[in-house]
Structures are given as C-alpha cells and as structure tokens.
C-alpha cells in the first residue's frame, strides 16, 4: 500500500512538472481549453493524478478549471497585480534589507558578484537585441539571486510559486519604451544600497523598484509583449 502510495504521488509530481513547463515556456497559451484526457495521453499515465496536478496549479493562480470540459490559463486580474506587488515588496526588500546589514559576509560578497553580473547582462541584452523576453528572464534570476541569498526557505518557496505572473508582468512592462533603462538604474539602485550597508536604503530602493511598474501592469496584463 505504502508503494502504491508512493508511485502515484511521483505520477502527480511528473504530471505538475509537465504541465508547469509547458505553462512556463510558452506551449500552453491563454483562451485554449486543455483536455485533462489528452494531456494524460500525452504524458502517457492515467487521468487522475493529471486531474490532481491541475487543482494543485489552480491553487497557486497558473490555471482555471473549466467543468467538464478541461482547463485553460489563468488571466491575471487587477487583485492578482496588487497582491503579487505587495507580496514581492514585502519578501525582496527584506531580503534586501538583511543583506545590507550582513554586507561584510561572504554570503553577501557573492550575491553581489553575482548580481553585478546579472546586471552587466541585462546592460548587454538592453544594448544588442532589446527582447523584453531576454531582459525578463535575467531580470528574474537578478531577482531570484536576491531571494535565495537570504536563506529563507519559505521565501524561496512562496517566490517560485508566482514565478510565472513575475515573468509575464515583467515581459509586459518591459515592453514600454524606457522601462529597460529604468529597470536597470533601479537594480543600480539596489546593488549600492546593498553595496554601501544601507539597510533602509536597500529596502526603500526594492519597495520604487516594485511600484515603478505598477500602473503599467494594471493597465493590461494580457497584452503580448515585442520579442
């Protein structure tokens, strides 16, 4: 019983992972219903930890269940914009503000480098092709660097989880005139706060970061973004 167990809960784990990856690169896309049927045709394992794995997206906002018919993406409202502003603030700028105050340890000495570099990509992206969908991505591992640092295995968990909406708020917003070079003067911002072990001033550079976009994305998150 215990094996039985076992195998079905890695069946739902393939069956999250598949569904996932194809959210995150683009497979899946917004007004198509997917069949849970086909979808488990496709993986090559039964319906039910299919149907699991689709509640469990549901739960973190990546789809909507659509009764007897399947599943199809979810399309971010004003409230999914705010909440995901606020909770970003509130888990990056702490971030940011430990790091500043633990500047002098070698966890911090590497986040640094390792953001510096991050940022001389997206200097690089912002100079050759201008992709918002090349500067998203290595505005989210900028991003992502700065979470992980801070050790907090709930943080992590609760940032991976809304990866996604982070990724296409920033595709949208990135798509403006401007926002790349603002974008980059506010990772500026936040690498010499950091830099300089000003606490408040790293937390109050993660909270303009977050807000500069804000109106942008409220204006329409469903817009596709220039490749």
Same mark, same amino acid.
């Given at each position: 019983?215990?094996?039985?167990? $076992?195998d079905y809960?890695?069946l739902?784990?393939?069956?999250?992972?598949?569904?996932?990856?194809?959210i995150?690169?683009?497979?899946f896309? @917004? &007004?198509i $219903? @997917?069949s849970?049927?086909k =979808?488990?045709v496709d993986i090559?394992?039964?319906?039910t930890p299919?149907?699991?794995?689709? +509640?469990?997206? %549901?739960?973190?906002?990546?789809v909507?269940?659509?009764? &007897?018919k399947? %599943?199809?993406? +979810?399309?971010? =409202?004003?409230q999914d914009?705010m909440?995901?502003?606020e909770?970003?603030?509130?888990?990056?700028?702490?971030c940011a %503000?430990k790091a500043?105050?633990?500047?002098?340890s070698e966890?911090?000495?590497?986040l640094?480098?390792?953001?510096?570099a /991050?940022?001389?990509?997206?200097?690089?992206i912002?100079?050759?092709?201008g992709?918002?969908?090349e500067?998203?991505?290595?505005?989210?591992?900028f991003?992502?660097?700065?979470?992980? #640092? /801070?050790?907090n295995e709930?943080f992590?968990? /609760?940032f991976?989880?809304i990866i996604y909406q982070?990724?296409?708020? !920033?595709?949208? !917003?990135l798509?403006?005139?401007?926002r790349?070079?603002e974008?980059l003067?506010?990772?500026r911002?936040?690498?010499?706060?950091i #830099?300089? !072990?000003?606490?408040?001033?790293?937390?109050a550079a993660?909270? &303009?970061h977050?807000?500069?976009p804000?109106?942008? &994305?409220?204006?329409?998150?469903?817009?596709?973004p220039r490749?």
């Amino acid at each position: 019983m215990a094996g039985r167990s $076992i195998d079905y809960k890695v069946l739902q784990e393939q069956a999250y992972d598949y569904i996932r990856e194809r959210i995150m690169d683009g497979t899946f896309q @917004y &007004n198509i $219903i @997917y069949s849970e049927s086909k =979808t488990a045709v496709d993986i090559g394992i039964s319906r039910t930890p299919v149907r699991d794995a689709i +509640h469990r997206l %549901f739960q973190e906002g990546l789809v909507d269940i659509i009764p &007897n018919k399947g %599943f199809t993406l +979810h399309k971010m =409202t004003g409230q999914d914009v705010m909440e995901i502003y606020e909770m970003r603030s509130a888990i990056e700028g702490f971030c940011a %503000f430990k790091a500043a105050a633990d500047k002098d340890s070698e966890r911090v000495r590497k986040l640094l480098a390792d953001m510096e570099a /991050s940022y001389l990509r997206m200097q690089q992206i912002s100079k050759a092709s201008g992709s918002p969908l090349e500067f998203a991505k290595e505005d989210e591992h900028f991003h992502t660097l700065l979470v992980e #640092s /801070s050790e907090n295995e709930r943080f992590t968990e /609760s940032f991976h989880a809304i990866i996604y909406q982070v990724r296409k708020l !920033a595709e949208y !917003a990135l798509g403006k005139e401007g926002r790349m070079e603002e974008t980059l003067k506010e990772h500026r911002d936040i690498l010499d706060a950091i #830099s300089a !072990a000003h606490s408040k001033g790293a937390y109050a550079a993660i909270l &303009n970061h977050m807000s500069s976009p804000l109106r942008q &994305n409220l204006e329409s998150v469903y817009q596709a973004p220039r490749s």
